[in-house]
């Protein structure tokens, strides 16, 4: 990812944009009529409750224990385009200042998100930010945490939590999913726990730290310098002395795998790519986003995994998933 405070210009403004629309939402709103304080309890189980993760894969976690009584809609969802140019529109403002429920990342992957919450404050409205639900400081080098085995686990029990507070009728079920959802990241478990087995020290080739704490999982030794990863994931050119260390860990065969970020490819990616493939090392592209329509979230990391572990055992490359 390029981390870049271009991503706030199209948010900036939004404040009277987001102020109209709740102009507009107010003036809309029928009268009390004196119903019943049971019927309005009845219709808050059967109202969906408007959710939306900043990224599809925070959707979809959130999709999986919301179930029938959530609507979700994912910010960043297009794994063909590069999240990092991403700007929000009025629309997405309008989208985002109107939902109960937000889960982003935070690290600074995200900040555009902080930004129309701010422009739009809503006591009613919970917020998941990740970085703050695992504890972690501004300094976090890799803002990557969806690939972090332990990260979605918290970030579903905290889901099911907050959605239980808006709909306390449906809190055991919104509970059940979530214990149904942290079960099912087994086989990511188990794929991981056998590649580190089978595998152990694993050398590999990097071009961001995009998947990098699921290299980290699988006990794999990542040789390219993290000052190289930072710099292309900032969108900075690497030094020439890094770069010079980069090629020669295909050109003198000191990796057994290449991993890069699908999504963001430059002239320089792409000769690494170029490189590896002349020195007979597979590539494998990972995705900052969820690649869709066929995956969930538990799949695409199983088959991230599967990947890897195609391109050491067989030397197979993996471009797309």
Same mark, same amino acid.
């Given at each position: ?15 009277? @944009? ?83 429920? @937000? @889960? ?72 059940? &999913? ?23 020290? @694993? ?43 980069? +090629? ?12 890069? +970020? ?43 995994? &599967? ?15």
């Amino acid at each position: 990812m390029r981390i870049r405070s271009g991503l706030l210009a199209a948010a900036l403004p939004l404040s009277a @944009v987001l102020l109209a629309s709740a102009c507009s939402s107010s003036s809309s709103t029928p009268a009390a009529t004196g119903a019943s304080g049971t019927a309005s309890a009845a219709a808050a189980s059967t109202v969906k409750i408007t959710a939306i993760g900043a990224e599809n894969e925070y959707a979809n976690v959130i999709s999986q224990i919301g179930g029938k009584y959530v609507n979700v809609s994912a910010i960043m969802s297009n794994p063909n385009t590069d999240p990092h140019t991403f700007e929000a529109s009025p629309a997405v403002a309008r989208e985002v200042s109107a939902a109960q429920l @937000v @889960v982003q990342n935070g690290v600074g992957y995200d900040t555009f998100m902080n930004t129309i919450e701010s422009a739009a404050p809503s006591s009613a409205r919970k917020v998941i930010d990740v970085q703050t639900l695992l504890g972690l400081p501004d300094s976090t080098p890799n803002p990557h945490l969806w690939y972090k085995p332990t990260t979605m686990p918290a970030v579903a029990k905290a889901v099911a939590t907050d959605l239980g507070q808006i709909d306390p009728a449906q809190a055991s079920y919104f509970k059940a &999913n979530a214990a149904s959802f942290v079960s099912s990241l087994s086989g990511w478990n188990s794929a991981i726990a056998a590649f580190k087995s089978a595998h152990p020290g @694993v050398t590999v080739a990097t071009t961001e730290p995009v998947a990098d704490y699921m290299l980290q999982a699988v006990g794999a030794d990542n040789l390219t310098p993290f000052t190289l990863q930072a710099d292309i994931m900032n969108g900075v050119d690497p030094s020439p002395q890094n770069t010079a260390l980069q +090629n020669s860990l295909f050109t003198q065969h000191k990796v057994k795998v290449f991993v890069y +970020n699908q999504q963001v490819t430059d002239s320089l990616t792409e000769s690494f790519i170029k490189l590896a493939q002349q020195n007979g090392i597979p590539v494998v592209g990972v995705y900052e986003t969820m690649p869709t329509p066929g995956y969930n979230y538990q799949s695409w990391m199983v088959a991230e995994v &599967n990947a890897l572990n195609k391109a050491v055992t067989s030397k197979v490359s993996t471009v797309h998933l």
